[in-house]
């Protein structure tokens, strides 16, 4: 997990001007570090933050991980902006130089790990139920993000597929489980039994 310094609150998110989050997008655009449904965030942040928007303290952390994130993968920022506390140090060689290239962690055993848990859960997502042909037709997820303390443990991941991770975004798994009304993550041993179609998850989210 990042370790951020005490003064990135919201305040600091909201001291980026618009300019800021557009160039990011439009940077990670380019380069493609970042995920499209982390490019929605941010171009949502560079447009609501400045009018009100307050996002969770579990939103926060994201956006600052990826401000993080694209820092780290050669993301200049824009003139007046200082974003140097973001940078990661980087990594020394046995002659003391430093290491250019940033390194994230990634999920060990990563096809391994969707076949074992595609056969626990039968084949089928663990939010709506809905069933797939292949371990790769489901999205690998964290049920509680990287960005939020969440680790690369199989504890921690699950198969789903694509509109719940969409839905799901930055959510914890008991977040996500709390506001679809779905059983909490204690009582959960599998895929529900019944799937749930999507105009189920529609309703609850267009009501909120």
């Known amino acids: 997990m990042n370790n951020y310094p005490e ?3 919201l305040a600091k998110l909201r001291s980026y001007p618009p300019e800021f989050y557009l160039e990011l997008a439009n940077w990670a655009l380019q ?3 970042l995920t499209k449904a982390q ?3 941010i171009k949502y942040a560079g447009n609501h933050l400045h009018h009100g928007w307050d996002p969770i303290p579990t939103k926060q952390k994201y956006l600052l991980h ?3 994130k694209a820092v780290n993968g050669g993301f200049p920022g824009i003139k007046g902006v200082d974003i140097s506390e973001f940078v990661t140090d980087k990594p020394k060689l046995e ?3 430093e290491k250019q290239k940033f390194y994230r962690e990634r999920i060990s055993h990563k096809t391994e790990i969707m076949q074992e848990l595609f056969k626990k859960q039968k084949g089928k997502c663990m939010y709506c139920g809905k069933e797939k042909h292949e371990p790769s037709d489901f999205d690998l997820d964290h049920k509680n993000p990287v960005a939020v303390g ?3 443990d199989v504890s921690n991941l699950q198969l789903i597929c694509g509109s719940c991770n969409s839905r799901k975004h930055t959510m914890t798994d008991d977040e996500f489980r709390k506001k679809f009304k779905l059983p909490p993550s204690s009582e959960v041993t599998g895929p529900p039994k019944k799937i749930l179609l999507q105009s189920y998850f529609k309703k609850i989210s267009e009501a909120v």
């Open 7 to 9: 003064s990135t609150t």
């Open 31 to 33: 380069h493609g570090p």
């Open 39 to 41: 490019r929605r965030t």
């Open 66 to 68: 990826i401000i993080k």
């Open 95 to 97: 002659d003391g130089n």
């Open 150 to 152: 969440g680790t690369n």
